[in-house]
Structures are given as C-alpha cells and as structure tokens.
C-alpha cells in the first residue's frame, strides 16, 4: 500500500522482516491494526512506515492530500497509474480508518524522534558459514546509489538515480561527470543501470539506462544510449534503446534496466512491463522482455525473433514482469536473471534464448491488495523459475563469485534485495539452488553488487546511500 507521499510507488514487494519486525517497532498499537498493515502495508513502506522499496509514510510530502478523508481515500481508491491499488475490495471501512490512525500515529512518533534512527552500524565482524568478513564504507553521502560498474584502473563507476554518475577512487568521490542526460526522476524511474564496454579500454564506450519524459504531460519510458568517457564528460552519444513515442505512458513503475555485456560482446538490457502486464506476451512490444543487441544497438541475425515481422527482433526472452539483476556464470557462459514479482513470486531463471517466462500467466504471486492474479504457478510451454522468494524479498542486482579472497564462495551466486534488506549466497549444482545463506541483513536496502578486480565484494545500498565493501577477516 502506498498512501501520502509524493513518490506513491515501489513494486509489490513483502518485506521478509515485516510480520515479524511490526510488533516490536509499534509496541503501543493495537494488534488487529499492526496485523492489517504489516500484510498489506509493510511489503513496500517498511515495518516501521518509513520506506522499504517504496517510500516513507511519515515524511511531510502529501501530494494526494494529508487530511484523515484524504488518507483514507488513496486506502480505498488506490491512485490511478500507480502501483497503488484500492484495498476497499479486501478491507472495511473499520480497517481502513484503524490505518489512517495508525499512519498518524507513526507522523507523531517520527515528529518526536521516537521511530527508529535507521540502518544499525555494522558489527566488527560477521561469521558465515563460509567466511568471516568485515562490511567497511567507502562512500557515502549518495542519493539512491543504483548501478556499480569497475573501470579498467579499479575505479568504481557508480549511478544515482536522481540523474549523477561519479566515480570512486580510492575512497574518494568525484564530482559528476557532464554530460548525463536530463532523467525523469519519479517513482521507479531515474538513472538507472550503466554498463562499459568489455574494450573500454580502447573505445571509452559507457552505456546507461534511464527514464526520460514522452511529448505527453508525465508520460515516460526508458531510454538506453551509449557515450564515451573523456575527460569527465559523457560525449559522442548515441541512442542504443528508444520506445515509439505512443509507448510512453503516465506509468512510472517497472522501467527495467539491467545492462549487461556477454562473451561475444552483446548487450543484453531488461525492460519491465511498464504496468501493463499483457504486454510481456506481446512479441510486438518491447516491454516485459529481455533485449539482446550488438554494440550499436542492432538487432543480430541470430536472435530468435529476428525474421519475424510481428515481433520486435531485438527479443531474446519474454513473459518477464520486471527483471532487476543479470549475470552471466564464469564457469558455463549461461545467463541468470533474477525478477520482481507482486505481492511475493520473486524469482531466479536461467535464461534461454526465445523462452517464455510466463507473466502473469502463471505466476507464485499476488496483486498488492490481496486479490489473486491467476491460480497457476507453472504451464506447458512456460520456463518455471529455478527458484522463487514468497514472501518477496525484492529481489535486485547479482553476480557470480569468482575471485581470491573468498575462496569458500567461489562460482556461487550473491544476490541482493531491497524490502529484505539483504544480501545472499546461493549454491548453485546442476542448474539447481542447493543452499541460500544470508550472508548480512538490516542494514539498508542492497540493490547492486559486483565483485572487484582485487576479488572483494562490492555493494550499493540505499537508505542511507552509501558504498560498502565485505573484506574477509581471519
């Protein structure tokens, strides 16, 4: 649910820490009300009302009104072209009042300093089962740190999603580079992933995804173009991705973007289905699909819709609702995606080239407010995912394994989340997941990860927006 703020988005997504967590940070509140929020409420506004992958619920942004009638409206109605469904189908009058007094009494608490003060520093040491390690900042100061990439000297090229992109060189943040495009910064949308090209060291060649406006007032889409890094600025620019101009649409959820570079030099990017969920089994339509494209944006011959008129040839799979983390494994080649679901149905695929992942013809998940989207989780014909996350856990960015330092992790798979605020360790034997282990939780939302050049583990959260780095201790 999300109710007064300006942002009003996020993904359905059920904070694994929200049923349990509700009761101890809203000690003085009946449980019935506790109840009904941590189910409908806490999956994208966190335990405690201040933001999880959607946002706060007692800031002073109001922008559907802050009046108790206002409240309880946006409950009942939802918002239009949100995420924001009505809950008035699956709740009482009596249910919805009780959380109107619930979100006040949260403001109250937040006025006077009683909510929780955030994120809890980091221990000296974590144990796992594997390693022990030390979690140690880098940067910090950033707002909503979205996409990680390393340059050839080690520098760490990282994305804000409020339309700045800096590098990281040891320890020390830069100024923003120039020339970033202007981004449409609402809701899921902003600067999104980047990527550089596996010769950047010849060309200079960085790609980015981001959300950019249509020629319709608070229309939008995601827009992938590539640029070379010279001298601090983003220059020869040239647009890899652009929708048609009548598929940008008063809808700022599920832009996508993932970029990701394979042995062959292609560019692989998601796209979410923008809102629209019919669309993710439209071979027309770009959206809920992954892309496979050549360095300049082609489409090439071997892509498996590439004859088809009908068909948009720069398809590699389909059926996807939002897919949030791309890796290729070292060990095979083969490439693994991780997806948002809705209300729970997070998931890992192994990808395959012209598959049908399914959405939202059959999926382990629910809408926001409750209601069902379909009775089946797997179908003739559908790719089922390795494996799925209910209740969601906001699944995000991952990355194989493959350095020195964590000899214990080598080939298994870290992969982050946002409402679950943490990061884990798959196994993965035969195309199967034989063991998750969190490896660190509570600490902010973690949305990338990449593994650097010196075979540590590098991570971005958000919430506070800062850069951190798992160092292996003795």
């Excluded at 997504?13 to 409420?41: D, N």
């Excluded at 020339?179 to 600067?191: A, I």
Aim: glycine share 12%; aromatic share 8%; hydrophobic share 35%.
């Amino acid at each position: 649910m999300r109710v007064v703020t300006s942002a009003l988005v996020g993904g359905a997504c059920l904070a694994l820490a929200g049923v349990a967590l509700i009761a101890h940070a809203q000690p003085a509140t009946p449980t019935g009300v506790a109840a009904t929020y941590a189910t409908a409420c806490a999956n994208c506004h966190g335990p405690s009302l201040q933001g999880g992958q959607g946002p706060s619920l007692v800031d002073d942004e109001n922008k559907h009104g802050d009046s108790d009638e206002a409240i309880a409206r946006v409950i009942a109605d939802g918002v239009p072209n949100t995420p924001m469904m009505g809950f008035k189908a699956t709740m009482s009058p009596q249910q919805i009042r009780a959380l109107v007094i619930y979100i006040r009494e949260g403001q109250a608490r937040a006025r006077t300093g009683r909510l929780p003060a955030g994120p809890p520093p980091f221990p000296e040491r974590f144990t796992s089962e594997r390693h022990a390690f030390r979690a140690e900042v880098i940067a910090s100061g950033l707002d909503t740190p979205w996409g990680l990439e390393f340059l050839p000297d080690g520098a760490l090229l990282v994305s804000e999603r409020p339309g700045r992109l800096r590098t990281i060189r040891k320890g020390v943040v830069s100024s923003p580079i120039g020339g970033v495009p202007t981004v449409w910064h609402q809701q899921d949308g902003g600067l999104l992933d980047i990527a550089i090209h596996p010769r950047f060291a010849e060309n200079g060649w960085v790609y980015l995804a981001y959300t950019e406006t249509g020629n319709e007032p608070r229309s939008s889409s995601t827009r992938i173009i590539r640029g070379t890094l010279l001298d601090g600025v983003l220059v020869d620019q040239r647009t890899i991705f652009k929708p048609a101009p009548d598929l940008y649409w008063d809808n700022n959820s599920h832009y996508g973007a993932r970029l990701l570079f394979d042995r062959d030099e292609r560019l692989f990017f998601s796209i979410g289905d923008r809102g629209h969920m019919r669309d993710s089994q439209d071979l027309a339509s770009p959206y809920g699909k992954l892309h496979r494209v050549t360095a300049d944006g082609d489409a090439p011959s071997d892509n498996p819709f590439a004859g088809r008129k009908d068909a948009t040839r720069s398809i590699w799979s389909y059926g996807h609702r939002n897919q949030q983390g791309l890796a290729v494994d070292p060990r095979t080649g083969r490439l693994w995606a991780t997806e948002h679901g809705p209300r729970g149905g997070d998931e890992l695929n192994l990808i395959a080239k012209g598959r049908n992942y399914g959405w939202p013809d059959v999926t382990f998940g629910m809408n926001d407010n409750g209601t069902p989207i379909t009775d089946r989780v797997a179908g003739e014909g559908l790719e089922s995912p390795v494996t799925h996350w209910t209740p969601s856990i906001a699944v995000c960015g991952i990355a194989f394994y493959n350095g020195r330092r964590f000899p214990g992790w080598d080939g298994d798979l870290l992969v982050t989340a946002l409402a679950g605020q943490q990061l884990r360790r798959l196994t993965i034997r035969d195309d199967k997941v034989t063991q998750q282990e969190v490896l660190l939780r509570g600490f902010g939302r973690v949305r990338d990860v990449r593994v650097g050049t010196d075979g540590l583990v590098y991570l971005a959260l958000n919430d506070p927006g800062r850069i951190v780095r798992l160092v292996p201790v003795e």
